[in-house]
C-alpha cells in the first residue's frame, strides 16, 4: 500500500507541514458541546482528529464545548467520554472544556472593548434582527455602537456583576453592519444568562458565544490544524478577525470537510432529542439510534465503525453514504469471530412421529464452519422440535427445497425428515407438523449417504430457551429524512419487531457484549439494558444479507 495513494487532504496538509518543519508536532482536538449523544457524524470527527495524531505521534484533546448552559448536561458529558474510549481512543490528561477558558475568554473580550473592537449593545433580540439586514440588504449601526471605551467597559463590567436580567444588553463585535458575510454583521460575542452552568455554577451569569469560544479556546490549546465541518468555512474570517487583533502566541490552522451523512438516518442532535423526548425511541441507546449508545448496544462492533467511516474517506465533498455500506462493514467484522448457534424465530412445532418418546440424543454442532479450532458444542435432539414457520409451506413451487406435504429436508447436525401430515387449528392455520426422521441419516456417523436439496435450523422443544428477539431495521423510510419537512412523516412505523423466539440451551450462556450468527438468520447479541419482562432480549445485530439493496434493485428495475 502506497502512503500517499490512501492520504486524505488532510492528512496530506498535515504531512507537508510536518516535513517543512512548520509543526514538530500535531495538535488537535474533538470538540462536542454536552447537549446530547454522539452519532455517526462524530464517529468521523472522532476518528479524524485522534486518528492523525495517533498516525503522527501527536496529541488530541476532548474539549467540551459548554458555552450555552441549560442545554447541556453531566448526561451528556458522562456519555461523551464513554463513547469516545469505547470507539478506542485515548485523551490522556486532556479533558478540557471551553468553562475552563472563562476568565481568560472574559480578559480577551475586554481588551476588544478596549481597543475599540467591541461594543455593549442595548438593543432588543428583535431590533437586533431588525438591523442585521439581511442577505440581499446590508445592515445598520445600533444607536450604541459609537459608546466609549469607558461606558463599555463599565457595562460589561455590571453585566458581568449580575446587574442585569438576560436579554437587556449584550457584547458585540464592532466590525462591519454591511459586510456581505453575516457572520461579520457585529457578532455577538457575550450574553447575559442567569443560568446554573453544569460546569462552573453560578460562578457566572454571561456567557460567551460559540464563535468567540471556539476559536479562542483552540489558540488556548496550541490546537495546530482545527478541522472542523463545511459550515464553519464562512466563520472563518470572523475567527481570523479575532485572532488579527487579540494576536494569541499561538494561532491555529482551521480547515474544513465535508459532514458525514447516512442514508436513512439523521444526524442532527435536535432532531435525535425529538425522537427520545417525544418517546419514538426507548432512548438515546435505541438500538435503531444512529448514536454511538445505541449502535453499541445494537451490537456493532467498535472496529466496523472505525472502518466504515474510513471507507467514507475525508473529502469537501457532500456525501450521503449508503445504510448497507455501514451494515457490511457490521458484518465483515463479526463474519470471523462469531461462533454459530441455533435460533427459531416464529416457531414452529414438528412431532417426530418415529422417533422415541422420552429419547434424548446430543448432537455434535460446529462453532464455525470456516474455523474448526473453535470447536463443537452439543445440541439436544429429540422427538418434539421447533423449525422456522418459513421453513414449510403447504403449497410449495417446485424449486422450494425446504419443507413441504411429502418432501424432505435435513435438520442440520441432525436426521432427514420427511413431512407426513399437517394439523391445522379452527381457523386453517398450520400448527404442527408430524413427521418421520430417517434413523439410518444422523449427521456425521449415519450409514447412509442419502442426500436432499434442503438443511433448516431447529430446536429441541424440551430445551429450547424461551427469548424475546428484537428486530430492527431502519428509522426512516425516505433516504434523507434530513432533509424531509416533518421527520415524523417518514418514521418507519415497523423498525421494531419483537419476536417470542425458541433458542438452543447454549445460548444462555452466552455473555453480554458477544456476538453469534444464528445460522441462516444474521448476528445477534443479548441486550445490555435491563428488562422487566423475565425472558432474556436479544438484539439482531444486522441481517446476513443486505435486503434493501435487493428491494431497492428491484423498484429500480421496476422503474426502469
Ligand atoms: P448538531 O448541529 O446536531 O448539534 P454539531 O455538529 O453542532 O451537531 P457538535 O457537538 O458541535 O455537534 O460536534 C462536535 C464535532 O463533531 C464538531 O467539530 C463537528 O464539526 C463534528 N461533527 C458533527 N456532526 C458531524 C458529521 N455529520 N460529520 C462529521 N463531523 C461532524
Ligand atoms: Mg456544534
Not at 474517506?313 to 458484518?331: A, Q, S, Y
Amino acid at each position: 500500500m502506497s502512503e500517499t495513494e490512501t492520504r486524505d487532504f488532510i492528512r496530506q496538509i498535515i504531512h507537508d507541514d510536518l516535513e517543512s518543519g512548520k509543526h514538530q508536532q500535531i495538535v488537535t482536538r474533538f470538540p462536542p458541546e454536552p447537549n446530547g449523544y454522539l452519532h455517526i457524524g462524530h464517529v468521523m470527527s472522532i476518528c479524524l482528529n485522534f486518528g492523525v495524531a495517533v498516525e503522527t505521534g501527536g496529541r488530541t484533546y476532548l474539549r467540551f464545548d459548554d458555552t450555552n448552559p441549560g442545554k447541556e448536561s453531566e448526561e451528556f458529558v458522562a456519555a461523551i467520554e464513554r463513547d469516545v474510549r469505547w470507539l478506542g481512543f485515548d485523551w490522556a490528561d486532556r479533558l478540557t472544556h471551553a468553562s475552563d477558558y472563562f476568565e481568560r475568554l472574559y480578559e480577551a473580550a475586554v481588551a476588544l472593548v478596549e481597543m475599540g473592537s467591541a461594543y455593549v449593545d442595548s438593543l432588543s433580540a428583535e431590533e437586533i434582527r431588525e438591523y442585521r439586514g439581511t442577505l440581499t440588504e446590508p445592515g445598520k449601526n445600533s444607536p450604541h455602537r459609537d459608546r466609549s471605551v469607558e461606558e463599555n467597559l463599565k457595562l460589561l463590567a455590571a453585566m458581568r456583576n449580575g446587574e442585569f436580567a438576560d436579554g437587556e444588553h449584550l457584547l458585540r463585535a464592532r466590525i462591519d453592519m454591511s459586510s456581505p458575510n453575516m457572520n461579520l454583521r457585529d457578532p455577538a460575542l457575550y450574553r447575559i444568562r442567569h443560568v446554573t452552568h453544569q460546569h462552573t455554577g453560578d460562578s457566572w451569569c454571561i456567557y460567551p458565544m460559540y464563535d468567540f469560544a471556539h476559536t479562542l479556546s483552540d489558540a488556548f490549546e496550541e490546537i495546530t490544524h482545527s478541522l472542523c465541518t463545511l459550515e464553519f468555512e464562512d466563520h472563518r474570517p470572523l475567527y481570523d478577525w479575532f485572532l488579527d487583533r487579540l494576536q494569541p502566541a499561538h494561532r491555529p490552522r482551521q480547515i474544513e470537510f465535508s459532514r458525514l451523512n447516512l442514508a436513512y438516518a439523521i444526524t442532527s442532535k435536535r432532531k435525535l432529542n425529538a425522537l427520545v423526548e417525544e418517546g419514538i425511541v426507548e432512548g438515546w441507546n435505541d438500538p435503531r439510534m444512529p448514536t454511538i449508545a445505541g449502535m453499541r448496544r445494537r451490537g456493532y462492533p467498535s472496529a466496523a465503525l472505525r472502518e466504515f467511516v474510513e471507507r467514507g474517506g475525508v473529502t469537501k465533498k457532500d456525501k450521503l453514504i449508503e445504510m448497507g455500506v455501514l451494515e457490511n462493514c457490521v458484518r465483515e467484522n463479526l463474519a470471523d469471530d462469531s461462533e454459530r448457534r441455533m435460533g427459531v424465530l416464529r416457531p414452529l412445532k414438528v412431532v417426530l412421529t418415529n422417533y422415541p418418546e422420552g429419547k434424548i440424543e446430543m448432537m455434535e454442532a460446529m462453532n464455525h464452519p470456516g474455523r474448526p479450532e473453535l470447536g463443537t458444542r452439543e445440541m439436544p435432539f429429540s422427538r418434539e422440535l421447533w423449525i422456522e414457520q418459513d421453513d414449510f409451506m403447504e403449497d410449495a413451487p417446485r424449486k422450494f427445497f425446504r419443507l413441504k406435504p411429502g418432501g424432505e429436508v435435513r435438520l442440520r447436525f441432525g436426521y432427514i425428515i420427511r413431512c407426513d401430515e399437517v394439523t391445522k387449528n379452527e381457523a386453517g392455520e398450520v400448527v404442527e407438523l408430524r413427521c418421520s426422521y430417517d434413523p439410518d441419516t444422523r449427521s456425521g456417523t449415519g450409514t447412509s449417504d442419502r442426500k436432499v436439496k434442503g438443511t433448516i435450523h431447529w430446536v429441541s422443544c424440551a430445551h429450547a430457551m424461551d427469548a424475546s428477539v428484537r428486530l430492527y431495521d431502519r428509522l426512516f423510510t425516505e433516504p434523507n429524512p434530513n432533509s424531509a419537512d416533518d421527520f415524523h412523516a417518514v418514521l418507519n412505523s415497523g423498525s421494531l419487531q419483537t419476536v417470542d423466539a425458541k433458542l438452543e440451551p447454549a445460548l444462555a450462556k452466552l455473555d453480554s457484549g458477544v456476538a453469534v450468527q444464528f445460522e441462516r438468520l444474521g448476528y445477534f447479541c443479548t441486550d445490555s439494558e435491563e428488562h422487566a419482562d423475565d425472558a432474556p432480549v436479544f438484539n439482531r445485530i444486522v441481517t446476513l444479507r443486505d435486503s434493501w439493496a435487493k428491494l431497492e434493485k428491484q423498484a429500480m428495475q421496476q422503474q426502469g
